[in-house]
């Protein structure tokens, strides 16, 4: 394979010895293994963040929540005394009856 590629940088005699240190490169089956439990690992431990990421800003959330619904303001039905008009009309004067 190696000795069909176009030989601009080697000698076509070159290409044993080009496949032999590719060949070296590769990862042994035995190393295979460890690397894929290193990587099952690597896999767990990510999921394991985000989810600990995720219930973090869940509760942020919901302690915003909680914050923002305790700050309304009060609404005049819980108040009787309150009026419910708006604070800019102006009050009702009683004039005295002229009979």
Same mark, same amino acid.
């Given at each position: ?50 989810? +600990? ?6 509760? +942020? ?39």
């Amino acid at each position: 394979m190696i000795g069909g590629l176009p030989s601009a940088r080697w000698a076509p005699s070159d290409s044993r010895i080009i496949a032999a240190r590719l060949v070296q490169l590769l990862p042994s089956r035995s190393n295979s293994n460890a690397l894929s439990g290193a990587a099952k690992r690597d896999v767990r431990q990510t999921i394991r963040s985000l989810a +600990v990421i995720w219930l973090i800003y869940g509760a +942020v959330c919901a302690g915003a929540l909680l914050m923002s619904a305790n700050r309304e303001p009060p609404s005049a039905i819980n108040h009787p005394d309150t009026s419910l008009t708006s604070a800019g009309s102006p009050p009702r004067v009683s004039l005295p009856d002229t009979d």
